[in-house]
């Protein structure tokens, strides 16, 4: 079993920053892919990139390439979000999920990551 907890929501404006992290606890991190999803009122969860076990390896989907980076520090067991030039449209609950399998273009279904954290609200103003 793994925990996630998600931080670092909130409130900005757009153009601004916010990072988010997840914390795992439970069976170790590094056994995992780590990817972060988002779902926006009436629509469906959002894959919004992934990064491999050693950290060197990320896919993004095209909505945030180049302004949304994610990395990990293992001795921490903590994921993190780095969100930049944000959007009115980036507003969503943002969750972060473990998969067993591959960090890749395609593995962007939620149904393919096995544990999950509650989320955390962001919200940008426009």
């Known amino acids: 079993q793994v925990q996630l907890v998600e931080s670092g929501g909130g409130l900005v404006q757009a153009g601004g920053s916010l990072r988010l992290s997840c914390s795992a606890s439970g069976r170790t991190a590094l056994s995992y892919i780590m990817g972060w999803f988002r779902q926006a009122p009436g629509k469906e969860r959002e894959f919004v990139g992934c990064?491999?076990?050693?950290?060197?390896?990320?896919e993004y989907t095209h909505s945030v390439n180049g302004r949304f980076t994610i990395s990990r520090d293992n001795t921490k067991n903590t994921v993190y979000l780095q969100m930049n030039s944000l959007k009115p449209e980036d507003t969503a609950i943002y969750y972060c999920?473990?998969?067993?399998?591959?960090?890749?273009?395609?593995?962007?279904?939620?149904?393919?990551?096995?544990?999950w954290g509650q989320g955390t609200q962001v919200t940008v103003s426009s």
């Open positions: 990064i491999s076990r050693s950290g060197g390896r990320t």
């Open positions: 999920a473990a998969d067993s399998g591959f960090c890749s273009s395609t593995n962007y279904r939620p149904d393919l990551y096995d544990y």
